[in-house]
């Protein structure tokens, strides 16, 4: 992204990395949301979550250089398919340890990141694959500032997705059978709620959400299988920031974060990252339940 | 108020292991005729790569152990010892290339800066219980790592530091190791792994263990008995993270370049945990045995030309080929099921599984007993 | 005999919700307290102000003249008062044995002595034969001695015990107040909270009830059994 060096510069230089941070943001509380859906309903914190956004931007880059088909449509495609994937893991491994130790889980869905990185390393190298659209560099100027068009597009993805998904757990009886199993596992499971088949359907949609993210990032990121391990770190900020477990909340906090980050990163470009896990710590140790107070969806 | 009553389970009656009916297994005389047997390897082998397996796996045996201590018995799931790692790496380092100290002294101070930096480190993370303790070490090691590659001018950064040579230690007027070639690393290895292993045993067998492994059980539990859980964390951690920088300078001395990456990247994190769990955590002659299958099954996968140099194979062999051609690049793709298996099938490791063999083979053996001594039942 | 525990008007406030509001009574040497009351009155948290795990918002808690409000449960076991737990806590995954050793070794350094101390205690609550048993796998009632046997081998001067005969079987019920009253001839003193009546007034020299966090009465079982307040408030609730 090309920063205004205009002479009125410092003003504009902030207006943009605030906005431009908000964009990006709106990715960032996407995957946010799916690693607290599936923390929420199980209890468990999936570190493969960024190599799930890595199988997502594959899926896209794949079929965009296959067929052709631009990466926002394919959603139709790569979204199920990646659903289909999250059912699939939460079937064969999730669901066998639920009951053991939290630090084993842990390094459960560790390893699963790993085999899955090292999969799409054995199959597509560490090249760094890039997928080109026509509006890949493209902007639009909007009173003074530049608005990258596939981060605008994806923003207006993420809010409507943002949106659906906020409905589908308010409004649904399968939402509200989810929010129950995120709120009390034992009783939803004695209410008659099918508690496994909830499980499964939350890690399907978190998975499904990470890989739309992914999708959405693949018109402006490098895509290389090591690609997700940053964003399962800075999913975590997110998802601590807004409280564990909480939708609002991460979608809060991925904003948060984005702005956070740009606007460290205008000033001082190396220390971007250092600052995110400064304050994750801060915030673990002086505010575990989240900016907002509270833990749940 | 009154509580939920459990359903009573069947009682487990503890066993000492035994690999042999009456005979205590692995006993202190076995651990010293196997570090006597190890001593005299670099007298019969001398092929590069074989020592160099032995070194791996040396170094492996000293990482898990000492995660072991605040992982394994303190129950303080670190997923952020690659801090410490790279404290111990390149404190030797910077020392011995950008000050020009010799590396056992700087070796010495790497351990010390690294009980600091864990007494630091713990002050901070203690306070997190459970995942949240698990989360806050990643991001602490990460801060390290991160900071390791921004200040440049203090650690030359992503460029990294490569090791120029090592100096000849004298130790008396006589006699002087001159660290070249492997042998010196073979030993150096060896005697840390075996502290390390010894550290594991005391820890087991004192006081200080018990408190340990209360802690693990059940941290307030432990600290209405008297048990302060903050102290007793601290210090699990400053041994862990002492033996961790060793190994981390070890390290350092023999790959002889280090770069943050390298040195404090989450998969030198993930690998100490790993090494653990495969074998069986919490117990003495796990990290042991998790070592050497990582190691064996990832240097093996990485290049299998160990298997020729120790003759259990021609270079022509197809097998080697084949490992050459066809798993390159895979043994983390392995490793990753390996673990996987462990964690879904054996979550007590391979000891856990040896130890369920040995009770299924006694049971049966003693119900073939009972059976014999009733013939007429049938 | 003076007082080994005095409290002295504590209160415990979460956010705005008393837990404890002004509570104040002793613990004579050598006898048995009892508390009482409903449920959510405020026993196991006036447990918890006491030993430590929280600091009481007001007031004072002295045990044996020193006043230890802020001290932390470590040092207050040390010190010599131990508590058990409502819900037992044993380490799951040590054994029996094990278990009381951790107790023990507050008081010594040697895993010799510790051992020996610890079978001397589970032999006093009679499960001796258990010693090499995991302790994640008895059943309740032995969880309960074990919990028991692992505060006594700390050697406190006062023993709290947080309803050690919940969801026991009347048998076990019994056993344990033999236990106590065992203890007490052994010139342990302890304060006991317990739910069954009968217990609490065949085991107790003196009664405290609570009641939404305020001590409503106090006195000798004979003459708590006969306060209206006490019996509108907390027998005619259930019984």
């Given at each position: 992204m090309k920063h205004t060096r205009g002479r009125h510069g410092s003003h504009m230089l902030i207006l943009q990395s605030i906005l431009s941070g908000i964009l990006v943001g709106g990715v960032y509380a996407l995957v946010g949301i799916g690693l607290t859906l599936i923390f929420g309903v199980m209890r468990v914190i999936n570190f493969a979550h960024g190599d799930l956004l890595m199988l997502g931007m594959y899926a896209t880059w794949w079929i965009f250089t296959k067929t052709g088909i631009d990466p926002y449509l394919s959603l139709v495609l790569t979204a199920p398919l990646l659903f289909a994937w999250g059912a699939l893991l939460q079937t064969a491994f999730i669901n066998r340890i639920l009951g053991s130790l939290p630090q084993n889980q842990i390094l459960l869905t560790i390893v699963l990141g790993l085999v899955m990185r090292n999969t799409m390393l054995l199959i597509f190298t560490s090249d760094y694959q890039i997928l080109t659209t026509s509006y890949s560099s493209s902007s639009f100027r909007l009173f003074g500032l530049s608005v990258s068009q596939p981060l605008l597009y994806s923003f207006l993805v993420t809010a409507v997705i943002t949106a659906a998904l906020y409905g589908f757990l308010m409004r649904t009886d399968t939402g509200q059978a989810i929010r129950a199993t995120a709120q009390d596992r034992e009783a939803a499971q004695l209410m008659g709620i099918n508690v496994s088949r909830m499980s499964i359907l939350a890690f399907g949609l978190g998975t499904a959400l990470a890989a739309i993210a992914g999708a959405l990032l693949a018109p402006t990121y490098y895509i290389y299988p090591d690609v997700g391990a940053p964003f399962t770190l800075k999913a975590f900020v997110v998802v601590v920031l807004g409280g564990m477990g909480s939708v609002v909340g991460a979608t809060l906090g991925g904003v948060l974060i984005g702005v956070a980050e740009s606007l460290g990163g205008a000033w001082v470009a190396g220390l971007k990252d250092l600052n995110v896990y400064v304050l994750f710590l801060l915030i673990l140790l002086f505010k575990p339940s989240g900016l907002l107070g509270k833990s749940r969806m | 108020m009154s509580t939920p009553v459990p359903p009573p389970r069947t009682p487990v009656e503890l066993r000492p292991?035994?690999?042999?009916?009456?005979f205590a297994w692995p006993s202190f005389g076995a651990w010293v005729a196997a570090i006597a047997l190890l001593a005299l390897v670099p007298l019969f082998v001398k092929k590069p790569l074989l020592l160099h397996m032995w070194i791996m796996v040396f170094l492996a045996v000293a990482q898990g152990s000492a995660w072991n201590v605040v992982g394994?018995?303190?129950?303080?799931?670190?997923?952020?010892?690659a801090a410490y790692f790279g404290v111990g790496a390149y404190t030797t380092m910077m020392l011995l290339e950008?000050?020009?100290?010799a590396p056992w002294w700087g070796v010495g101070l790497a351990i010390l800066n690294a009980v600091i930096v864990s007494v630091v480190i713990g002050a901070i993370t203690f306070r997190l219980r459970g995942p949240y303790f698990v989360l806050g070490s990643i991001a602490v090691a990460e801060i390290v790592r991160l900071g390791a590659l921004y200040w440049k001018g203090f650690t030359k950064g992503a460029e990294g530091i490569l090791l120029s040579g090592i100096p000849p230690l004298q130790i008396t007027q006589d006699w002087t190791i001159a660290f070249v070639g492997k042998r010196p690393f073979f030993y150096a290895a060896l005697m840390l792994a075996v502290l390390v292993v010894a550290a594991n045993w005391f820890v087991q067998n004192t006081k200080l263990g018990f408190y340990f492994q209360a802690i693990r059980e059940d941290q307030d539990a432990a600290h209405s008995l008297g048990i302060g859980p903050a102290l007793h964390k601290s210090i699990a951690l400053a041994i862990s993270a002492a033996f961790t920088a060793w190994a981390g300078s070890l390290f350092a001395l023999y790959v002889r370049f280090i770069d943050p990456n390298i040195v404090i990247g989450l998969d030198v994190s993930v690998q100490m945990v790993l090494i653990c769990i495969i074998g069986?955590?919490?117990?003495?002659l796990g990290p042991v045995v998790g070592a050497f299958v990582l190691t064996l099954l990832s240097e093996t996968l990485r290049n299998p030309k160990w298997l020729v140099q120790a003759g259990?194979?021609?270079?022509?062999s197809p097998v080697i080929a084949f490992i050459q051609q066809r798993?390159?690049?895979t043994h983390v793709l392995f490793y990753g099921i390996l673990v996987v298996a462990v964690i879904l099938?054996?979550?007590?490791g391979i000891l856990g599984l040896a130890r369920d063999a040995t009770a299924r083979v006694r049971r049966r053996l003693a119900a073939g007993g009972r059976r014999a001594r009733q013939p007429a039942e049938g | 005999m003076g007082a080994i525990l005095q409290i002295r008007h504590v209160s415990k406030f979460f956010g705005g919700l008393a837990?404890?509001?002004d509570v104040s009574f002793d613990v004579e040497h050598e006898r048995i307290l009892g508390l009482i009351g409903p449920n959510g009155a405020g026993k196991t948290t006036l447990f918890n102000c006491i030993t430590g795990y929280y600091p009481p918002t007001k007031g004072d808690v002295l045990f044996k003249g020193v006043r230890?409000?802020?001290?932390?449960p470590d040092q207050v076991c040390r010190l010599g008062m131990v508590r058990t737990w409502q819900k037992v806590r044993p380490?799951?995954?040590?054994?029996v044995l094990d278990n009381v050793m951790v107790g023990a070794l507050l008081r010594t350094h040697s895993l010799r002595v510790a051992r020996e101390v610890a079978m001397e205690q589970l032999r006093i609550v009679r499960l001796d034969g258990k010693a090499?048993?995991?302790?994640?796998?008895?059943p309740i009632g032995e969880r309960k001695k074990l919990e028991v046997a692992r505060a006594l081998a700390t050697k406190p001067e006062l023993l709290l015990l947080d309803?050690?005969?919940?969801?026991?079987n009347p048998a076990e019920s019994d056993e344990i107040i033999e236990l106590i009253l065992d203890l007490k001839r052994r010139g342990l003193t302890q304060v006991v909270i317990e739910h069954d009546m009968k217990a609490i007034m065949r085991l107790s020299d003196r009664i405290v009830v609570l009641n939404s966090g305020e001590k409503l009465a106090e006195g000798e079982p004979k003459a708590i059994v006969a306060n209206k307040d006490v019996v509108t408030a907390y027998l005619g609730e259930g019984a």
């Open positions: - | 292991f035994r690999l042999f009916p009456g394994g018995y303190a129950g303080q799931y670190s997923v952020g010892h950008l000050h020009q100290i069986g955590i919490g117990t003495i259990l194979f021609s270079d022509e798993l390159a690049n099938f054996a979550p007590d | 837990a404890n509001s230890i409000n802020g001290l932390q380490l799951a995954k040590m054994s090499g048993f995991l302790a994640g796998g008895l309803e050690v005969m919940g969801g026991l």
